[in-house]
Each structure stands twice: as C-alpha cells, then as structure tokens.
C-alpha cells in the first residue's frame, strides 16, 4: 500500500510532532470532535485505505511507557435499554486477540467501573470514535496507545501533560515499521 494511501490521525499534535508521515489529521480532543473531522476528512478523501491513531492512553492492565495497539474499542460510558441487540454502539473489533481501550468523554481518573465487566486494557477520549468512523467507511484501522498515566494516580493530569509528548518518538519508530510493510 501507497504511504500516500494511509493517514495518521490524534487528537493534540503533541502527541505525534515527530512523526513523519505524508498524511496528518488533528482531530481535537473527544469522541464528538474525532468523529466529526475524521468522517469529513475520508469524505473528502476516498483514496485513504488505512488510518493509523497515534495517541496517549491511561492504562489499567499496562505500566506506564508501555506501546499497545489496541483491537477492541469499547464506547465507555454509554448505555441504554437494548444495547445488547446493537452491539457495534458499544464495541468495535478490528481482530479477534488484542487490547482493548475504552474512550469515555472526560478524563478518567478513577478505575472505570466497566473495567470490572469487560477486561479493559487502557481508556481514552477518542479511538472508539475512530474505530467506528473507519468502519462506516470501509477503511483499515490501526490504533496504538502510549501509557501516560494510570487510574487514581497521584497528579494523574499533570503527569499526563509531562508524559503526553513523549510518545511521539516511539510512535516514529512505529510509523517506520508500517510504512515499511
């Protein structure tokens, strides 16, 4: 697949100011915001076939530092009578063995309480959003988190604003390696 072909997709620029790639989309922060400019973006550009999400994560079952690319999107938070007979308003699978992220509509800083329901991995504020746009229109998504912060840490949002840079080297390194395959 053409480089040219995949987009690279975050909500801050923070979070992936290293990463060279033909392709770039800031979104904002949130789910409303993500799903908003990505949907727009592969409207006007129908040649996109993959987009890749370089962003931070709290973790829950990974340690801080750690790189997850993440397959199961799970819309946090969100809940109503019959859900379970529209299983993709709650969970999205782009494999069938992977972590699993949550994306809420605020900062989480407290242990989720569907983290004891469902096994997640990490939560943040926009991949499910990503994840189900990518799905309407038929393209490929990749998701890879970097673990800034966990729950119920001490300072979790100022840790999160020192760590949320940091991941863009690593993110580079990934960009490498799928541009290479």
Same mark, same amino acid.
């Given at each position: 697949?053409?480089?040219? +072909? ?5 909500? =801050? #620029?923070?979070?992936?100011? /290293?990463?060279? %790639?033909?392709? !770039?989309l800031? /979104?904002?922060?949130?789910k /409303?915001n993500?799903a =908003?400019? =990505?949907? +727009?973006?592969l !409207?006007?550009?129908?040649e ?9 994560? %709290? !973790?829950i ?6 790189v997850?690319? %993440?397959?199961e999107f ?5 809940s ?11 969970i999205?699978?782009?494999s069938? #063995?992977?972590? $699993? ?5 605020s900062?989480?800083? @407290?242990f989720?309480?569907?983290?004891w329901?469902?096994?997640?991995d990490?939560?943040?504020?926009e ?14 998504? =990749?998701?890879? +988190?970097?673990? /800034?912060?966990?729950? @119920?840490?001490?300072?979790? @949002?100022?840790n999160?604003? @020192?760590?949320?840079?940091?991941? $863009?080297n690593?993110f580079e ?7 290479k $395959?």
């Amino acid at each position: 697949m053409s480089k040219s +072909k995949i987009l690279v997709v975050a909500a =801050l #620029y923070k979070e992936i100011h /290293t990463v060279n %790639c033909p392709r !770039g989309l800031i /979104t904002g922060i949130g789910k /409303t915001n993500a799903a =908003l400019k =990505l949907s +727009k973006y592969l !409207g006007e550009n129908p040649e996109v076939e993959k987009v890749i999400n370089f962003g931070t994560a %709290c !973790g829950i079952n990974y340690k801080i530092g750690d790189v997850i690319e %993440c397959t199961e999107f799970i819309n946090g938070g969100f809940s109503y009578p019959g859900i379970d007979n529209n299983p993709d308003d709650k969970i999205i699978q782009t494999s069938d #063995y992977g972590p $699993s992220v949550a994306s809420f509509d605020s900062f989480v800083t @407290e242990f989720p309480e569907e983290a004891w329901d469902r096994a997640i991995d990490c939560v943040d504020m926009e991949a499910y959003a990503y994840a189900k746009v990518c799905k309407e229109f038929d393209v490929e998504f =990749l998701c890879h +988190k970097y673990i /800034t912060d966990s729950c @119920e840490e001490d300072e979790q @949002e100022s840790n999160w604003e @020192e760590r949320v840079s940091d991941g $863009s080297n690593l993110f580079e390194i990934v960009w490498e390696n799928v541009r290479k $395959s």
